[in-house]
């Protein structure tokens, strides 16, 4: 709930952002065949966009940063979370994991004008209105527990007006509450509970969540988790069903067989309902979450990868794209196929992606840094179509570390 305090304030802004959500078409994938591509000239259109992700500090911040036309970025807003960002424990050096600070993707959601964040250290959850007019201002709308120990990921429905919280600590499970633009974020319900055999803060990046997503239609959550790296006990993929807008309290474990270190998931619009997965040990795969029993439909093996993590998909050019913690490349494949379409090797020096994001004819991809080398996000132009990614900006991100995380637009 939000706090009196904040009490006129949020009512003076619900009054502000009312018809926000109506006036801002929610971005579905669309059914059928890959949606027409926008003239490749053209950037987004009139409306601001702006890119977020979080210093994931002690004194948590979302960054937001607006975009230009061209896909370019300047300028860096910070708003607090109100809570503390995380690290995991790095098994080789027992000291906090940077960067990849908390090995997940989807640790900052925006759906229609909402913005939600993990504090992995406070474990709690943030929740944000964005103002549609200055997208760079942000409105706190509360901060929940996720019930749970160190929440890394975080999924969002509109649809069903849930948000949903991966914890990956010693208490580890899912959790979800409410939202609406009136309330603001709602009491997150009783853990759904996983079995991680973590340590608090978690050991990882094996066995730990690697992504919380709803699929295309809202009617199902989806976990995905790394497992240990053995073949015997690869990763695996835990479904929750929702009905009526209720989120089942039980999942269903699932392993595909072939399923390596499952990671990050992006919903592949146009199809009915499959996800392209990275496989940390070996690239990705696309699952048919119908069958998840099944063997993949298509499977990638990335020559010379050391950690595929993150995963997304382009309706512009119909293609996925997966990038590594420590290879700094672009891997473009066929989602029919698997096929490798193409691999870019951006002309800049950081260590690697670690997340990233696309929309229309541009990919904007983080990397947190490794000390050395300070944390910036590259952008590229894929306007060409398949296998046409270049760089156009690596712009360092004034005031952030290697500890920063997540990746979201508006
Ligand atoms: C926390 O971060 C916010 C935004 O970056 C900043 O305005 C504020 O001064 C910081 N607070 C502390 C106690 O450092
Ligand atoms: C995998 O399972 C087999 C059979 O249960 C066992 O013998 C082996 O030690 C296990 N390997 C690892 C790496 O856990
Ligand atoms: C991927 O390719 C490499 C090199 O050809 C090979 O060693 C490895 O076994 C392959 N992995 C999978 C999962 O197919
Ligand atoms: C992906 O593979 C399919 C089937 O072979 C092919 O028709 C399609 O052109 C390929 N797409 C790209 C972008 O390579
Ligand atoms: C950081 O990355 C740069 C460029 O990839 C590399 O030259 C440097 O040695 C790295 N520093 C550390 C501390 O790993």
Known sequence: MVQSSNLFKFFSATLLFAGFAQSRAIEKPSVGAWPASASPSVGFGEEQKVLYLMTNKANNSIVAIPIAHDGTLSGAVYTSTGGSGGNLVNPMTGAPNVPDALSVQDSVRVVGNFLFNVNAGSGTVSMFAINPKNPTELLPLGKQSSNGDFPTSIAASLTNKKVCVANTGVTAGVSCASFDDYFGLGEFDALRPLELGQTNPPTGPLNTVGD?????????????????????????????????????????????????????????????????????????????????DAAPLAKT???????????????????????????????????????????????NWNPGMTDFLTLGPKIWALSAGNGTTPSSIAVFDISGGPGSAKQIQNYAVPGLDANAMGLAIF
């Open 212 to 292: 919380l997503l709803f699929n295309a239609d809202e009617s199902l959550l989806v976990l995905t988790a790394k497992g240990n790296g053995n073949a015997n006990h690869t990763g695996f993929v835990t479904t929750y069903p929702v009905t009526d807008g209720r989120i089942s309290v039980t999942g269903k474990e699932h392993k595909p067989p072939g399923l390596g270190a499952e990671f990050g998931s992006a919903v592949i619009p146009g199809t009915k309902n499959l996800i392209l997965s990275t496989q940390a040990d070996f690239g990705s795969v696309v699952l048919d979450l119908d069958h998840l």
């Open 301 to 347: 093996n990335v020559t010379g990868q050391a950690a595929s993590c993150w995963a997304q998909v382009s309706t512009f050019t119909g293609t996925g794209f997966i990038t590594d913690a420590l290879v700094n490349r672009l891997v473009e494949t066929n989602l029919t196929t698997g096929a490798i379409v193409s691999e870019y090797v951006a002309p």
